[in-house]
């Protein structure tokens, strides 16, 4: 399973550093968002991989059994998932924006300032 | 309540009070500079309670080390914050003057306070993750600053600074993911001891890597500093100012706090590789600025020279090279954002940022001539100001032999001196070009309404430069205790542990 995963978070920062290089504003914000992908399932991966052993307190516990998942990497994961959304919301207005003032999706022409 | 938990409440609270009167944008500027200056109060106060009886730590929700959330602050982490609120407290009032009305009705004091409240909480979390967590709310509202307005060069600018650094955040979140996988911790002082018991510290280098290129960017270091010329000088003046004091010292801070606690066990690679890195970005940070003609780009390009001396007072890595890196930390914060500040009023004396087309400003206004040269002069290097202190620490370092690296530390003192005088040179030809030469053609003026609102904080930071560099020893005596904390962090881990 670690393999697997491995895997796909490589070819996942593959994808996503090609999308970054592209000219287009659209396809460098897909960039963004395929790479926190990547990074959310490397916290999990990294995190360690358990399966089937939920992390629950049993009944007459009082911390959790040892071969129990770790339940912080997903905390993690839906903090940074919390805050890519919001983040993603804020480019896709500001491409927007840019779109209006600059007139252009392409990156290359956005030279006005550099002299 | 202890002294940490205010420094983030009072920015919150102000930005909450902003919000509640949204409807009256007149009453915003008000409440901003009521709230730093508390912020003020409150980061004295801790910087007090931190030097009389050393670190202080707590942790939120009363849940027990390293468990909880921690807040902590040593002297470093408390120097910062006084710094942070200085900064906040001149560009708040600075920006009455200088922020339009459009951009304060779409809540430019309330992104202002909630950024500084990411910068403080970036200081003070005991916690890597949190640390990424204040990252983010300081980076949202950066991102919300740099774009208010909407002008074309502001979007243009805007772009490259939202993307680099969204690429930083994600490695920094990868590199916190993989330390939990080798630690199974996340809090700075429990990182410390279990990377101290760590059998190979080697293998966590290639963890320090993806650090160190994650606050990098931030920070601004040779060859990851590109975006930061190409967009500082897009935004508002007042926004540009803080953006120039703060941002990228949160970068430095951030690599100050790794390398210090967590990553010493391969300090030959980590710290020489740092080494190498800071005489590049001194070199290319100033080569960069002495060819720009745009007061705020060529100001830019400085900034990365000087993110240059900070980080290699960290590589040396003994007690005199951390002392300057904390002394040159706050000076240069200071003497930034002042001139920063002062290129707003001269762009409102002749009408453009343009260095070229600038010019007889001595004779137009002589006192705003004065103001400008204590900050170019304490930038350059030149005594008695402070930064002729910074530099001197720091090279005093590189010069003393004690450190890790006795064939290197001299060549990168000499280039240090070298950068120096280029800083020098082109702070002479801001100021040949935009007050000593006769104006090239018609000037044309702004009227400034409320003239005293934009040379108040002017004053007040060039104040602050001259009483550090008359009274150096004060300073870099607590410069020095900060470096020893920093070497020693053995009272830092024992407060975050014990502390519930």
């Not at chain 1, 991989?49 to 839906?78: H, R």
């Not at chain 2, 004295?44 to 390293?66: H, M």
């Not at chain 2, 509202?141 to 909407?150: A, E, N, Q, R, Y």
């Not at chain 2, 600038?358 to 001539?369: E, N, T």
């Amino acid at each position: 399973m670690e393999l697997i995963l491995a895997v796909t978070i490589g070819v996942l920062f593959a994808a996503a550093a090609y999308l970054l290089l592209r000219r287009s504003i659209v396809k460098m914000i897909l960039g963004i968002v395929v790479m926190s992908q990547a990074v959310n399932l490397l916290i999990l991966t990294a995190g360690g991989l358990t399966s089937g052993a939920v992390p629950f307190v049993e009944a007459g516990q009082t911390g959790l059994s040892p071969a129990a998942a770790d339940p912080l990497p997903q905390a993690l994961i839906l903090t940074a998932i919390v805050i890519s959304f919001g983040v993603l919301a804020f480019t896709l207005a500001m491409s927007l924006r840019a779109d209006q003032t600059v007139g252009t999706d392409d990156l290359d022409a956005m030279k006005g300032t550099d002299e | 309540m202890g002294p940490l938990v205010p420094c983030l409440l009072i920015p919150f609270a102000a930005a909450i009070a902003c919000l509640l009167c949204w409807r009256r944008p007149s009453a915003h500027h008000a409440i901003t500079v009521l709230g730093m200056g508390l912020f003020l109060a409150a980061a004295i106060r801790l910087f007090l309670a931190v030097d009389a009886g050393g670190v202080v730590a707590v942790n939120i929700g009363n849940w027990p080390a390293p468990f909880g959330i921690t807040l902590v602050a040593d002297l470093t982490a408390a120097i910062m914050v006084v710094v942070t609120a200085i900064i906040g407290l001149a560009v708040a009032v600075y920006s009455i003057a200088d922020i339009d009305r459009g951009r304060l009705q779409f809540g430019y004091c309330i992104f202002f306070n909630l950024m500084l409240m990411g910068v403080t909480g970036a200081f003070l979390t005991g916690d890597i993750f949190n640390m990424f967590v204040w990252f983010e709310v300081m980076l949202i509202s950066s991102f919300v600053l740099m774009t208010l307005g909407g002008e074309r060069a502001q979007m243009e600018g805007a772009i490259k600074y939202v993307v680099l650094n969204l690429i930083s955040s994600a490695l920094f979140l990868a590199a916190c993911g993989i330390l939990y996988g080798k630690t199974g911790t996340l809090n700075l002082a429990d990182l410390a001891i279990r990377t101290k018991a760590m059998m190979q510290p080697e293998l966590l280098t290639v963890t320090a890597m993806m650090f160190l290129v994650a606050f990098g960017l931030k920070a601004g270091i040779f060859p990851l500093f590109f975006w930061l010329p190409a967009s500082y000088h897009t935004p508002p003046v007042a926004v540009s100012a803080v953006f120039a004091g703060l941002l990228t010292k949160v970068g430095v801070y951030a690599l100050v706090r790794v390398f210090t606690l967590i990553f010493v066990g391969d300090t030959p690679f980590t710290h020489g590789l740092l080494l190498v890195l800071a005489g590049l970005t001194m070199v290319s940070g100033v080569l960069g600025a002495v060819s720009q003609f745009d007061f705020r780009r060529l100001l830019s390009f400085h900034i990365v020279s000087q993110i240059g001396y900070m980080v290699l007072g960290l590589a040396l890595f003994t007690q005199w090279a951390l002392a300057g890196t904390v002394f040159y930390l706050f000076h240069h914060i200071l003497v930034k954002t002042n001139l920063f500040l002062i290129s707003g009023i001269t762009r409102r004396k002749s009408g453009t940022f343009d260095l070229r087309q600038m010019g007889g400003l001595y004779a137009a206004a002589p006192w705003l001539a004065l103001l400008f040269f204590i900050p170019a002069m304490s930038l350059g290097g030149i005594p008695p100001l402070s930064g002729f202190f910074a530099k001197f620490a720091i090279v005093k370092a590189s010069l003393m032999g004690d450190t890790m690296f006795p064939a290197g530390a001299p060549v990168l003192a000499a280039i240090a001196l070298a950068v120096g005088l280029l800083t020098l040179f082109s702070m002479t030809k801001i100021w040949n070009e935009a007050f000593w030469k006769a104006p090239p053609g018609e000037r044309r003026p702004e009227p400034i309404a409320r003239p005293w609102l934009l040379y108040a904080p002017v004053v007040a930071l060039a104040a602050l430069t001259v009483g550090i560099g008359l009274a150096p020893s004060f300073f870099f005596d607590i410069a020095l205790r900060a470096a020893d904390q920093l070497l020693n962090p053995g009272a830092y881990i024992q407060a975050v542990m014990r502390t519930n």
